[in-house]
């Protein structure tokens, strides 16, 4: 339905304009024709400079070999070497992989079948959804001591249920190195899930009812209903959910700072955490701007196929 | 929406649906529930008992303490005042950038111009961008205006880091909106901005909500731009809040830790489960759609 | 000439104190935890008396490194503050980059070259002048330990670590964790430094950890120190990783662990658990390190105020930098840190017999050149290579299959690639 009024959208900006300006003539008409224009000005130039200027002065920052503070002493691309050579990194890339990948599909999983099963007129909905929508409403360094305990074995959950008689139950994955990335999605997605249901919610509620009558009168099933009627009507949900999480994975800090602090060793390190230690704490700004940069390239490679395909889809609408 | 007759069978899925609702609202309120029991223990009870089991008593006086006594630095009058300090910093913020996204969002719709698509594209590129780069640049832009660590710079700073996504959602939103109302106030003579206050306005308020439970959410958890680029006296409550938490050496008093983060967390919490009805009717309302 | 100056400092000095000029100094620290706020506090109002403001700039957080992030994003924006927490050889760099401001005058009115220990000056100094301000020693290399458990699986607190790793095995047959350790990367460096120092010796520790000498990074000492190093990990719990240093601590406290190697800053946690040293818990060097003294400092440095200084903050600037050597506020703000005054002269009755011991020691490892700068903490190397040392160490101490020899290669490559 969007396609259609988009396609509507461009008559009057290009036509209606004209002949606004060309009634009303002069300065004043000018000034009229131009205000969108005129309006949007501060927010592109501010744009420009602090998104778009700042990149560049990112970018050339880690063409410098800049310690504690910027310093413009060009090395040329020696800090990316530097970067690729350092097994952190390496690390701290594949353990955003795992984490962004496991992170994304169980919020949507999570927060479909939550949405689902609310959508099931149920008594109390809006008490429940507000539950499972509270973590999105603070953050890890309020609740990242808590999750911290939950979390460790001799204080939590572990402990928990040997409290409970179950003796053999281990859950030792914070302080299992080659377990601790994962202990990082359960607190992710814990807090997330309930944001992605309250987006299914909002896309289920706007399925056409008329399209579901008619399927059930032809005598389909409730789970072939869902699968080919309603599931593919949330196309759109579905891909702004994803951007949404993709985007909070890349910048996932908090989570790490207050949960994991990195470790076991530097285990559970992201890139968002190995750039902000290396430029501010470490003394080593050029590396942590060339890894800002390569962040920067990650966030685009995800970003430029979503956003080519929504100009797109708008021009074929 | 998707009905289906009642019948012994589903009536038992019935109770499985709600148990398992149960069950997940249990696992997702565990967190906060610890951090509740917590700070209504006594350091003695935290350092024995049991992570999840009630207190022996009930007390308040972390409560107290984390509100008006607990040391957060030089000083020890608790998070009070940086309570209020967060206030003067968010509302501000919010409603700017939630004005500003209004506006852009109602240009990008309903007057675009030439490359008005393409800005709509930089502007999202923008939201995408850790805020730890941003960091050192903005601090010189701000030293340039003479803005630097004081109220408002900090207040500038939140606008523009959040005026990509309040544009987006507006935008998002207006996209849906009958271009036809638009249309004919237009032919009729009326301006831009009449358009946009008595038209456009008047049929945004679930985005606006939605927009100021978001950006209020945001600004109100932010640490690191708080840190960073508010003064001395004018810090947010998440800076008090990491100085009474992490301390360097000695005593940790975790009941008070979790008073005042759960202090910290309230005006969020009250947000999000007053607004929520209206955060996800709004949502519905159009703006998630693509 | 030097003299010369000094006397016009003096003068100057005696001067301005009789007109007084109020003046305002704002402060980026991140002394917030209770004991330490108290002491800052006790500074703050010596400044008061002297009729100036001081305005507190506090963020914690993770040994500072918070508060190093908006000093730098103070610093790039030309709005520094008057005076920051700032130590070891991080003094070095904000030097090299022009930020901080000469303290000459007031050394030679309080005659610190006097006061303090070549070893401690010289890390005040940036190209011979005075920039900063130390607030105290802190000896790293204790191990804490709690005698009860010792007497009841019946060994002796280890003074070697032959030793300790007998009584380690002793304590573990009867269910006791012998050694409390939080899995940080800094906690590990604080053990790994105090095995190197007692494996290696101070030889050993200056030339791999102060003059980064690559063929003793990577040499067979070390791989014998990160095996020692190794194998205290059989002997701590598994679930070390990320836990805060305070709650290891209170492990040895509360008797469900017998010691912790950690520096002296883990007495507070004693005292505020209303310990006895002495009778409740005692202090001993860590193995092998009775005669070596492995020292981190505080220290408050100067930044210049440059045009936006006036008369009077750059007044109160200098009043600071003075009133922190003084004795009153060495004194109080080391009774409470649990560390011990820079000065010489300073009165010991107040102090238990740890920081009495910490003092003799401070001084007979001065005389014997077994005095070494702590890395785990800043005192041997920037924070570059500090960092380069921490990702190998931990890595090392938290993988199940890395071979000691591969950790000192590493740490040799990681070392050459950070200077």
Same mark, same amino acid.
């Given at each position: 339905? @969007?396609?259609?009024?988009?396609?509507?959208?461009?008559?009057?900006?290009?036509?209606?304009?004209?002949?606004?300006?060309?009634?009303?003539?002069?300065?004043?008409?000018? $000034?009229?024709?131009?205000?969108?224009?005129?309006?949007?000005?501060?927010?592109?130039?501010?744009?420009?400079?602090?998104?778009?200027?700042?990149?560049?002065?990112?970018? $050339?920052?880690?063409?410098?070999?800049?310690?504690?503070?910027?310093?413009?002493?060009?090395?040329?691309?020696?800090?990316?070497?530097?970067?690729?050579?350092?097994?952190?990194?390496?690390?701290?890339?594949?353990?955003?992989?795992?984490?962004?990948?496991?992170?994304?599909?169980?919020?949507?999983?999570?927060?479909?079948?939550?949405?689902?099963?609310?959508?099931?007129?149920?008594?109390?909905?809006?008490?429940?959804?507000?539950?499972?929508?509270?973590?999105?409403?603070?953050?890890?360094?309020?609740?990242?001591?808590?999750?911290?305990?939950?979390?460790?074995?001799?204080?939590?959950?572990?402990?928990?249920?040997?409290?409970?008689?179950?003796?053999?139950?281990?859950?030792?994955?914070?302080? @299992?190195?080659?377990?601790?990335?994962?202990? $990082?999605?359960?607190?992710?997605?814990?807090?997330?899930?309930?944001?992605?249901?309250?987006?299914?919610?909002?896309?289920?509620?706007?399925?056409?009812?008329?399209?579901?009558?008619?399927?059930?009168?032809?005598?389909?099933?409730?789970?072939?209903?869902?699968?080919?009627?309603?599931?593919?009507?949330?196309?759109?949900?579905?891909?702004?959910?994803?951007?949404?999480?993709?985007?909070?994975?890349?910048?996932?800090?908090?989570?790490?700072?207050?949960?994991?602090?990195?470790?076991?060793?530097?285990?559970?390190?992201?890139?968002? @955490?190995?750039?902000?230690?290396?430029?501010?704490?470490?003394?080593?700004?050029?590396?942590?701007?060339?890894?800002?940069?390569?962040?920067?390239?990650?966030?685009?490679?995800?970003?430029?196929?979503?956003?080519?395909?929504? $100009?797109?889809?708008?021009?074929?609408? | 929406?998707?009905?289906?007759?009642?019948?012994?069978?589903?009536?038992?899925?019935?109770?499985?649906?709600?148990?398992?609702?149960?069950?997940?609202?249990?696992?997702?309120?565990?967190?906060?529930?610890?951090?509740?029991?917590?700070?209504?223990?006594?350091?003695?009870?935290?350092?024995?008992?049991?992570?999840?089991?009630? *207190?022996?008593?009930?007390?308040?006086?972390?409560?107290?303490?984390?509100?008006?006594?607990?040391?957060?630095?030089?000083?020890?009058?608790?998070?009070?005042?940086?309570?209020?300090?967060?206030?003067?910093?968010?509302?501000?913020?919010?409603?700017?950038?939630?004005?500003?996204?209004?506006?852009?969002?109602?240009?990008?719709?309903?007057?675009?111009?030439?490359?008005?698509?393409?800005?709509?594209?930089?502007?999202?590129?923008?939201?995408?961008?850790?805020?730890?780069?941003?960091?050192? *640049?903005?601090?010189?832009?701000?030293?340039?205006?003479?803005?630097?660590?004081?109220?408002?710079?900090?207040?500038?700073?939140?606008?523009?880091?959040?005026?990509?996504?309040?544009?987006?959602?507006?935008?998002?939103?207006?996209?849906?909106?009958?271009?036809?109302?638009?249309? %004919?106030?237009?032919?009729?003579?009326?301006?831009?901005?009449?358009?946009?206050?008595?038209?456009?306005?008047?049929?945004?308020?679930?985005?606006?909500?939605?927009?100021?439970?978001?950006?209020?959410?945001?600004?109100?958890?932010?640490?690191?731009?708080?840190?960073?680029?508010?003064?001395?006296?004018?810090? *947010?409550?998440?800076?008090?809040?990491?100085?009474?938490?992490?301390?360097?050496?000695?005593?940790?008093?975790?009941?008070?830790?979790? %008073?005042?983060?759960?202090?910290?967390?309230?005006?969020?919490?009250?947000?999000?489960?007053? %607004?929520?009805?209206?955060?996800?009717?709004?949502?519905?309302?159009? %703006?998630?759609?693509? | 000439?030097?003299?010369?100056?000094?006397?016009?400092?003096?003068?100057?000095?005696?001067?301005?104190?009789?007109?007084?000029?109020?003046?305002?100094?704002?402060?980026?620290?991140?002394?917030?935890?209770?004991?330490?706020?108290?002491?800052?506090?006790?500074?703050?109002?010596?400044?008061?008396?002297?009729?100036?403001?001081?305005?507190?700039?506090?963020?914690?957080?993770?040994?500072?490194?918070?508060?190093?992030?908006?000093?730098?994003?103070?610093?790039?924006?030309?709005?520094?503050?008057?005076?920051?927490?700032?130590?070891?050889?991080?003094?070095?760099?904000?030097?090299?980059?022009?930020?901080?401001?000469?303290?000459?005058?007031?050394?030679?009115?309080?005659?610190?070259?006097?006061?303090?220990?070549?070893?401690?000056?010289?890390?005040?100094?940036?190209?011979?002048?005075?920039?900063?301000?130390?607030?105290?020693?802190?000896?790293?290399?204790?191990?804490?330990?709690?005698?009860?458990?010792?007497?009841?699986?019946?060994?002796?607190?280890?003074?070697?670590?032959?030793?300790?790793?007998?009584?380690?095995?002793?304590?573990?047959?009867?269910?006791?964790?012998?050694?409390?350790?939080?899995?940080?990367?800094?906690?590990?460096?604080?053990?790994?430094?105090?095995?190197?120092?007692? +494996?290696?010796?101070?030889?050993?520790?200056?030339?791999?950890? +102060?003059?980064?000498?690559?063929?003793?990074?990577?040499?067979?000492?070390?791989?014998?120190?990160?095996?020692?190093?190794?194998?205290?990990?059989?002997?701590?719990?598994?679930?070390?990783?990320?836990?805060?240093?305070?709650?290891?601590?209170?492990?040895?406290?509360?008797?469900?662990?017998?010691?912790?190697?950690?520096?002296?800053?883990?007495?507070?946690?004693?005292?505020?658990?209303?310990?006895?040293?002495?009778?409740?818990?005692?202090?001993?060097?860590?193995?092998?390190?009775?005669?070596?003294?492995?020292?981190?400092?505080?220290?408050?440095?100067?930044?210049?105020?440059?045009?936006?200084?006036?008369?009077?903050?750059?007044?109160?600037?200098?009043?600071?930098?003075?009133?922190?050597?003084?004795?009153?506020?060495?004194?109080?703000?080391?009774?409470?840190?649990?560390?011990?005054?820079?000065?010489?002269?300073?009165?010991?009755?107040?102090?238990?017999?740890?920081?009495?011991?910490?003092?003799?020691?401070?001084?007979?490892?001065?005389?014997?050149?077994?005095?070494?700068?702590?890395?785990?903490?800043?005192?041997?190397?920037?924070?570059?290579?500090?960092?380069?040392?921490?990702?190998?160490?931990?890595?090392?101490?938290?993988?199940?299959?890395?071979?000691?020899?591969?950790?000192?290669?590493?740490?040799?490559?990681?070392?050459?690639?950070?200077?």
């Amino acid at each position: 339905m @969007n396609h259609s009024h988009s396609t509507l959208s461009r008559s009057p900006a290009s036509s209606g304009s004209t002949k606004t300006s060309a009634r009303q003539g002069g300065l004043s008409g000018w $000034l009229a024709a131009q205000l969108p224009k005129l309006v949007m000005a501060p927010t592109f130039v501010i744009i420009f400079v602090c998104i778009y200027g700042y990149i560049g002065w990112t970018f $050339l920052l880690s063409l410098t070999g800049s310690r504690i503070l910027p310093v413009w002493k060009f090395v040329g691309f020696q800090q990316y070497e530097k970067l690729f050579e350092n097994e952190r990194w390496m690390v701290s890339l594949q353990n955003l992989v795992i984490f962004a990948v496991l992170f994304i599909a169980l919020c949507l999983l999570i927060g479909m079948v939550l949405a689902i099963l609310l959508d099931q007129k149920i008594r109390g909905e809006g008490f429940i959804r507000s539950i499972y929508l509270y973590p999105m409403a603070i953050s890890f360094i309020v609740t990242g001591t808590a999750w911290k305990w939950l979390l460790n074995p001799s204080l939590g959950l572990e402990k928990l249920m040997h409290d409970w008689g179950f003796e053999s139950f281990t859950f030792d994955w914070l302080v @299992n190195p080659d377990m601790v990335v994962y202990t $990082l999605v359960i607190a992710a997605v814990w807090q997330s899930s309930g944001f992605v249901m309250a987006l299914f919610i909002a896309g289920l509620r706007g399925v056409d009812d008329e399209m579901i009558k008619a399927a059930r009168l032809d005598g389909a099933s409730l789970p072939t209903i869902y699968r080919r009627i309603v599931l593919p009507s949330l196309k759109p949900v579905f891909f702004s959910c994803v951007v949404i999480l993709a985007h909070i994975a890349i910048k996932s800090f908090d989570l790490v700072a207050a949960l994991t602090g990195g470790g076991p060793g530097y285990a559970s390190d992201l890139p968002a @955490n190995f750039m902000y230690a290396h430029a501010f704490t470490r003394g080593q700004m050029g590396l942590g701007a060339a890894s800002a940069m390569v962040m920067l390239g990650g966030v685009l490679a995800i970003l430029i196929p979503y956003l080519y395909s929504e $100009l797109r889809g708008k021009r074929h609408g | 929406m998707v009905e289906a007759p009642m019948t012994p069978v589903r009536q038992l899925a019935r109770y499985g649906l709600y148990a398992v609702l149960a069950l997940v609202a249990f696992i997702y309120l565990m967190p906060l529930w610890v951090m509740i029991i917590t700070s209504l223990k006594d350091t003695e009870e935290i350092r024995t008992g049991n992570l999840l089991a009630l *207190p022996g008593s009930f007390n308040f006086d972390a409560w107290v303490a984390a509100w008006s006594s607990a040391c957060t630095g030089g000083t020890c009058e608790g998070i009070s005042t940086y309570f209020f300090n967060s206030f003067q910093i968010v509302i501000p913020a919010v409603l700017v950038s939630t004005l500003l996204g209004a506006v852009n969002g109602y240009v990008l719709s309903f007057w675009r111009f030439r490359g008005s698509e393409l800005m709509f594209g930089l502007l999202l590129v923008g939201c995408f961008i850790p805020l730890q780069v941003m960091l050192l *640049p903005m601090a010189r832009s701000l030293a340039f205006f003479g803005l630097a660590n004081t109220t408002t710079g900090l207040v500038i700073v939140h606008v523009i880091v959040g005026s990509g996504f309040t544009t987006m959602f507006f935008r998002n939103f207006y996209i849906g909106l009958p271009q036809e109302l638009i249309k %004919a106030a237009r032919l009729d003579g009326a301006g831009f901005f009449f358009i946009f206050r008595r038209i456009v306005l008047p049929l945004s308020t679930p985005i606006i909500v939605v927009t100021l439970i978001w950006q209020f959410t945001q600004i109100w958890n932010d640490f690191l731009l708080g840190v960073v680029f508010s003064g001395a006296e004018t810090q *947010p409550v998440t800076v008090a809040l990491n100085n009474l938490v992490n301390t360097s050496f000695g005593g940790k008093q975790y009941n008070v830790d979790m %008073a005042a983060a759960l202090i910290a967390a309230l005006p969020t919490l009250f947000v999000y489960v007053l %607004a929520g009805k209206y955060f996800v009717r709004g949502l519905t309302a159009g %703006a998630v759609k693509g | 000439m030097n003299r010369i100056k000094a006397l016009a400092g003096a003068i100057s000095l005696a001067l301005s104190a009789s007109f007084v000029q109020a003046g305002e100094v704002e402060v980026l620290h991140y002394m917030t935890s209770s004991g330490e706020a108290a002491a800052v506090n006790v500074l703050k109002q010596e400044l008061e008396k002297e009729g100036h403001t001081w305005k507190d700039f506090a963020v914690a957080g993770g040994g500072g490194e918070t508060a190093m992030t908006v000093l730098k994003s103070r610093a790039v924006s030309g709005n520094p503050p008057a005076a920051a927490q700032i130590k070891g050889l991080d003094i070095q760099e904000w030097g090299e980059m022009g930020f901080l401001t000469n303290l000459d005058k007031v050394a030679a009115a309080g005659h610190w070259d006097n006061l303090l220990p070549p070893v401690v000056s010289n890390i005040m100094k940036y190209e011979d002048h005075y920039v900063a301000v130390p607030v105290n020693v802190h000896r790293v290399n204790w191990l804490w330990a709690n005698p009860a458990v010792f007497k009841q699986a019946g060994v002796e607190v280890p003074t070697t670590w032959n030793d300790f790793f007998t009584a380690a095995e002793a304590l573990k047959a009867k269910g006791i964790i012998p050694l409390a350790h939080g899995g940080q990367p800094w906690q590990d460096a604080t053990l790994f430094e105090a095995v190197a120092l007692g +494996v290696g010796g101070s030889e050993f520790y200056r030339k791999a950890f +102060v003059e980064h000498d690559a063929a003793t990074l990577g040499g067979d000492t070390m791989v014998k120190v990160l095996e020692t190093f190794k194998k205290t990990r059989d002997y701590i719990d598994a679930d070390a990783p990320g836990r805060d240093w305070n709650i290891a601590t209170s492990m040895v406290i509360n008797g469900k662990a017998a010691m912790q190697i950690m520096g002296d800053w883990a007495k507070g946690e004693f005292t505020a658990a209303g310990k006895k040293a002495g009778v409740d818990y005692v202090c001993v060097a860590a193995p092998d390190t009775a005669s070596g003294f492995t020292f981190n400092i505080d220290s408050f440095v100067m930044f210049d105020l440059f045009d936006q200084g006036s008369d009077s903050s750059v007044k109160a600037q200098a009043d600071l930098a003075r009133l922190i050597m003084e004795p009153t506020f060495q004194t109080a703000f080391n009774l409470n840190k649990g560390s011990i005054p820079v000065r010489q002269d300073i009165d010991r009755a107040p102090f238990d017999s740890c920081a009495t011991s910490s003092m003799d020691s401070f001084k007979a490892s001065a005389d014997s050149n077994n005095l070494v700068p702590s890395f785990a903490h800043g005192m041997a190397t920037t924070s570059r290579v500090q960092g380069a040392i921490f990702d190998v160490v931990t890595n090392f101490y938290n993988s199940k299959d890395q071979s000691a020899k591969a950790a000192a290669d590493k740490l040799a490559r990681a070392v050459k690639a950070s200077i």
